[in-house]
C-alpha cells in the first residue's frame, strides 16, 4: 500500500460521503422546479440524515440478525467499492481495487443483503420489495456485465483506475463507441439507482414501489446508513460515466490545489448530471413492471454493438 494510494483513499472517501447527499436533494430540486414547485432545500438530504443519526433504531420482533447486520453490509461494501472509482484524483492502482468484476461484486453485496432484510421482518411490503428487485436484477445484471466488458474494450483493461487514468491523459475525444456506452451508462444509472422510470424513490404507495420497500422496516441510524449507501452508490455511477466520457478536471499530481480544483469541477460535472437526471425524470412516467425489460435491453444492445465495433474495426 503505497503512501499515494492511501491518500487517494481518504480523499476519495471524503468526497463521495460529503458530496453524495448533495446530488440527491438536486435531483428532487430540479424535479421540483420543472413541475412548478419549490421544492426542498438542497441541503435538505443533509438534515434528514442527522435526524435519521439521532433517533432510536427499532426492530421488528420477527426480524433476526440479517436486519441488523444489513446496514452497515451495505455501507461498508459500498464505501470500498468507492475505491474503485476515482473521482477527483488518480493514482496507480493497488491489488485488486478497480477491477470490474469485483466492482460489480460489491454492488451484488449490497443488493444482496437489503433484499434479504426486506424479506426478514415479515412485512408483506418488504417481501414484494425484494422479489421485485430480484426480479429486475435477473435482467439487469446480464446488461450491467455487457456494458461493463464494453468499456474493457473500449479501454483495453478490466481496471476502472486504469480507465480513468488513461482517459485523463489522452483526452478521449468523442467517438461513437464512447456515445453508445454513455447512453448504456445512463442507463444502468438509472436502473442501479431506481429512478424513474423503473422505480419512484419518492413514494411509499405499496403498489409500485422496489426500493423503499425494502427499507420500509428501518429506522433511525441504519435508515440513515441505507439511505446514506444509495447516495453513495448514485454519485459512483455518476463519477464512472463522467469521468470516463468527460475526464477534463481530474487531478494527476498530489498538490493542494489541483485536488481542489478537481473537486470543484467534479462538483460542477455531477450538478450538470443531476440537472439532467431530475429533467428526465419529471418528463418521465415510471414503466409497466413487465415492459422495463425493452429499456434494458437497450443498453444491452448499444454495448453489444460497441464490443462488435471494438473487435472488427
Given at each position: 500500500m503505497t503512501p499515494d494510494f492511501l491518500v487517494y483513499g481518504v480523499i476519495n472517501t471524503l468526497c463521495v460521503v460529503l458530496l453524495s447527499p448533495l446530488f440527491v436533494s438536486l435531483i428532487k430540486k430540479v424535479k421540483a422546479w420543472s413541475q412548478g414547485r419549490e421544492g426542498p432545500s438542497i441541503f435538505q438530504t443533509y438534515y434528514t440524515l442527522a435526524k435519521l443519526l439521532r433517533k432510536e433504531v427499532i426492530y421488528s420482533p420477527k426480524s433476526s440478525w440479517i436486519m441488523r447486520i444489513t446496514p452497515w453490509a451495505c455501507i461498508s461494501a459500498i464505501l470500498v467499492a468507492s475505491l474503485f472509482v476515482p473521482l477527483v484524483y488518480v493514482t496507480e492502482p493497488v491489488g485488486g481495487i478497480g477491477n470490474i468484476i469485483l466492482f460489480l461484486y460489491l454492488l451484488v453485496l449490497a443488493r444482496f443483503f437489503m433484499a434479504l432484510s426486506g424479506l426478514d421482518a415479515g412485512s408483506s411490503f418488504g417481501g414484494m420489495g425484494s422479489s421485485r428487485e430480484m426480479s429486475i436484477s435477473a435482467v439487469i445484471e446480464p446488461?450491467?456485465?455487457?456494458?461493463?466488458?464494453?468499456?474493457?474494450?473500449?479501454?483495453?483493461?478490466?481496471?476502472?483506475?486504469?480507465?480513468?487514468?488513461?482517459?485523463?491523459?489522452?483526452?478521449?475525444?468523442?467517438?461513437?463507441?464512447?456515445?453508445?456506452?454513455?447512453?448504456?451508462?445512463?442507463?444502468?444509472?438509472?436502473?442501479?439507482?431506481?429512478?424513474?422510470?423503473?422505480?419512484?424513490?419518492?413514494?411509499?404507495?405499496?403498489?409500485?414501489?422496489?426500493?423503499?420497500?425494502?427499507?420500509?422496516?428501518?429506522?433511525?441510524?441504519?435508515?440513515?446508513?441505507?439511505?446514506?449507501?444509495?447516495?453513495?452508490?448514485?454519485?459512483?455511477?455518476?463519477?464512472?460515466?463522467?469521468?470516463?466520457?468527460?475526464?477534463?478536471?481530474?487531478?494527476?499530481?498530489?498538490?493542494?490545489?489541483?485536488?481542489?480544483?478537481?473537486?470543484?469541477?467534479?462538483?460542477?460535472?455531477?450538478?450538470?448530471?443531476?440537472?439532467?437526471?431530475?429533467?428526465?425524470?419529471?418528463?418521465?412516467?415510471?414503466?409497466?413492471?413487465?415492459r422495463l425489460p425493452g429499456l434494458f435491453m437497450m443498453a444491452f444492445f448499444f454495448s453489444t454493438l460497441t464490443i462488435i465495433i471494438e473487435v472488427f474495426a
Amino acid at each position: 500500500m503505497t503512501p499515494d494510494f492511501l491518500v487517494y483513499g481518504v480523499i476519495n472517501t471524503l468526497c463521495v460521503v460529503l458530496l453524495s447527499p448533495l446530488f440527491v436533494s438536486l435531483i428532487k430540486k430540479v424535479k421540483a422546479w420543472s413541475q412548478g414547485r419549490e421544492g426542498p432545500s438542497i441541503f435538505q438530504t443533509y438534515y434528514t440524515l442527522a435526524k435519521l443519526l439521532r433517533k432510536e433504531v427499532i426492530y421488528s420482533p420477527k426480524s433476526s440478525w440479517i436486519m441488523r447486520i444489513t446496514p452497515w453490509a451495505c455501507i461498508s461494501a459500498i464505501l470500498v467499492a468507492s475505491l474503485f472509482v476515482p473521482l477527483v484524483y488518480v493514482t496507480e492502482p493497488v491489488g485488486g481495487i478497480g477491477n470490474i468484476i469485483l466492482f460489480l461484486y460489491l454492488l451484488v453485496l449490497a443488493r444482496f443483503f437489503m433484499a434479504l432484510s426486506g424479506l426478514d421482518a415479515g412485512s408483506s411490503f418488504g417481501g414484494m420489495g425484494s422479489s421485485r428487485e430480484m426480479s429486475i436484477s435477473a435482467v439487469i445484471e446480464p446488461t450491467t456485465i455487457i456494458v461493463f466488458a464494453a468499456l474493457a474494450f473500449v479501454f483495453k483493461s478490466l481496471n476502472i483506475i486504469d480507465m480513468v487514468t488513461v482517459a485523463s491523459v489522452a483526452g478521449i475525444p468523442v467517438s461513437p463507441t464512447l456515445i453508445l456506452i454513455g447512453i448504456s451508462l445512463f442507463i444502468i444509472l438509472i436502473v442501479e439507482t431506481s429512478r424513474l422510470p423503473v422505480d419512484n424513490p419518492e413514494t411509499h404507495l405499496e403498489l409500485t414501489m422496489i426500493h423503499e420497500g425494502m427499507i420500509l422496516e428501518q429506522s433511525g441510524r441504519n435508515l440513515a446508513l441505507m439511505e446514506l449507501s444509495a447516495a453513495i452508490k448514485q454519485t459512483l455511477l455518476m463519477a464512472l460515466l463522467i469521468n470516463l466520457l468527460v475526464p477534463w478536471g481530474l487531478a494527476t499530481t498530489l498538490s493542494v490545489a489541483a485536488i481542489a480544483v478537481a473537486v470543484c469541477l467534479f462538483a460542477v460535472k455531477c450538478a450538470i448530471l443531476a440537472l439532467i437526471i431530475g429533467l428526465f425524470e419529471a418528463s418521465t412516467a415510471k414503466m409497466r413492471f413487465f415492459r422495463l425489460p425493452g429499456l434494458f435491453m437497450m443498453a444491452f444492445f448499444f454495448s453489444t454493438l460497441t464490443i462488435i465495433i471494438e473487435v472488427f474495426a
